[in-house]
């Protein structure tokens, strides 16, 4: 079985002066330099007792030596858990505990923090030559995790109970995409691929493990350059970057403050979209200003990877209206339509709930076997995931998205359990119900709106001090939009939140 683990040692191996990683005003690595950073990482979790099959969390801004620490841990045998610097110490810490993490690689700083968390429950030991901590947890429990045979890395997605949940990949799930991937797109170790997501966002496995493939340079883009557009589109022209891949909100972002007409972007070879639907005139003046590029709209939810995909014609017709498709399966995934009690093949006017099975499909969430058997549809002996996307079979036979059918939203690429942000409203020790829900906004973007109802009925929470209380216990990308203070909530004939009701007062 093919592993992501040795594909950094195959290309140091075939490339080793070639510059694998670029940090921007930091510096870089080649082939060589990864693949001895990421060893000696490995031979420290390995003398700190790390195991294959274990859980290694890390908690480090995104750099050469976070993307070393990935490499890393998948050299121990052990499975890379990425946490959200910017999200609450709590929700990070619930994380490590909910995996059972056997260790956490941060920075000094936060290393104490977690070590303070986790008091008693274990201990701090510094990486020799490196800016790193390790923490080496003892997690008691009574009944051990089920953990699947070659697991890779978790990714923890919003979950509706107000936890997030851990979505389980093994090195087949992954694999299957990134070799996929780099020989529908043609990558070479001539290409250099920007680095946008979080690792632990899922669009990140693409940037990091297709490029490592076949030697190609990655340039990590953090967190702060991320939201600044005119350092996007300088980057593009500083190291004429070829393979571009975020989420429509990035790029239209990049189309109204970017400046993008002060550089030249005619580096751009390959450009993928995914995570949410991309509007038609900011993808057609996109296209127009990046016209020697081929454009790509890429589909899949964490659970499935890249599950299908579509090419944007090169001019797009003046009377498309309707956003792309999302395509055709790709070969490594199988598509149905779940409508009831019964599952369809794809087939032209079918409309329901997306389904999908293959190579790439998540072993599981980790330790909830109730949401699993919600998760899944089992036909002919085989699971299917079940996405809880609604789609659309057109006359070509290429699926269209419609809309979602639970309380999930996308948002800026995260997807975001409404359910989650109320959860994380009613621990606030003024609020006494609270609803929330999702709109398009101008421009498309989505919109969060949180209704809330106070213990005092007429005492409105400041705005600054809820919005604060939010940011302490949720990641920012899950912050509402507005806040909306009522006197009381409305409710539905069996006196739950009436959202239809909230819905007419955004």
């Not at 858990?81 to 936060?110: F, K």
């Not at 250099?192 to 496995?205: E, G, M, Q, T, Y």
């Not at 330790?367 to 036909?379: I, K, S, Y």
Request: with cysteine.
């Amino acid at each position: 079985m093919h592993e992501l683990k040795g594909l950094l040692r195959q290309a140091a191996g075939r490339f080793p002066e070639r510059t694998a990683f670029i940090e921007p005003e930091g510096g870089s690595i080649t082939y060589a330099g990864m693949l001895e950073l990421a060893s000696r990482l490995s031979d420290f979790l390995l003398s700190q007792g790390i195991s294959p099959g274990d859980r290694v969390g890390f908690c480090l801004p995104k750099s050469i030596l976070s993307a070393a620490t990935v490499f890393g841990i998948l050299e121990s045998g052990a499975a890379y858990v990425p946490l959200d610097v910017e999200a609450p110490a709590s929700r990070n810490s619930y994380i490590l505990e909910n995996c059972r993490a056997r260790a956490l690689l941060a920075t000094p700083g936060l290393g104490e923090a977690y070590a303070g968390q986790f008091q008693g429950r274990c201990v701090i030991r510094e990486a020799p030559g490196l800016p790193l901590v390790l923490l080496v947890f003892d997690f008691q429990a009574a009944t051990p995790l089920e953990i699947p045979a070659g697991l890779a890395y978790i990714l923890y997605t919003s979950g509706s109970t107000g936890m997030p949940k851990g979505v389980l990949i093994t090195h087949g799930n992954a694999y299957c995409f990134v070799e996929w991937a780099g020989r529908a797109f043609g990558i070479t170790e001539a290409d250099v691929f920007s680095s946008i997501a979080p690792f632990h966002f899922d669009l990140s496995v693409f940037d990091l493990f297709t490029a490592v493939l076949h030697g190609a340079a990655v340039v990590l883009i953090n967190h702060q350059m991320a939201k600044n557009p005119m350092q996007l589109a300088a980057l593009i022209d500083d190291y004429r970057i070829s393979v571009w891949y975020a989420t429509p909100t990035t790029l239209k972002m990049m189309l109204r403050f970017g400046r993008m007409a002060r550089y030249r972007h005619d580096s751009l070879r390959i450009v993928l979209f995914a995570g949410e639907v991309f509007p038609i005139p900011p993808l057609r003046e996109v296209m127009e200003r990046w016209a020697g590029a081929g454009f790509y709209n890429l589909y899949g939810p964490t659970e499935t990877n890249v599950c299908t995909f579509h090419p944007i014609p090169a001019a797009i017709p003046e009377a498309q209206k309707a956003p792309f498709p999302i395509g055709r399966a790709c070969p490594y995934a199988r598509c149905r339509l779940l409508d009831g009690e019964r599952s369809y093949a794809l087939q032209p006017g079918l409309e329901g709930e997306l389904i999908v099975a293959g190579e790439s499909v998540m072993a599981g969430y980790l330790n909830l076997p109730e949401r699993n058997e919600q998760a899944f549809w089992w036909e002919a002996g085989e699971n299917w995931y079940r996405t809880g996307d609604i789609v659309r079979v057109n006359a070509e036979g290429e699926m269209e998205y419609l809309s979602r059918k639970d309380r999930m939203v996308k948002r800026h690429g995260y997807r975001i359990e409404l359910g989650e942000i109320e959860s994380a409203l009613h621990r606030h020790p003024d609020i006494a119900e609270a609803g929330v829900v999702s709109m398009q906004g101008e421009g498309q973007d989505m919109q969060i709106v949180a209704f809330y109802s106070t213990i005092e009925p007429q005492a409105a929470i400041p705005l600054l001090s809820l919005t604060e209380f939010v940011l302490q216990q949720l990641p920012a990308y899950m912050a509402p939009d507005r806040f909306v203070h009522l006197a009381e909530t409305p409710k539905t004939a069996t006196h739950k939140v009436n959202y239809q009701a909230l819905m007419q007062m955004v």
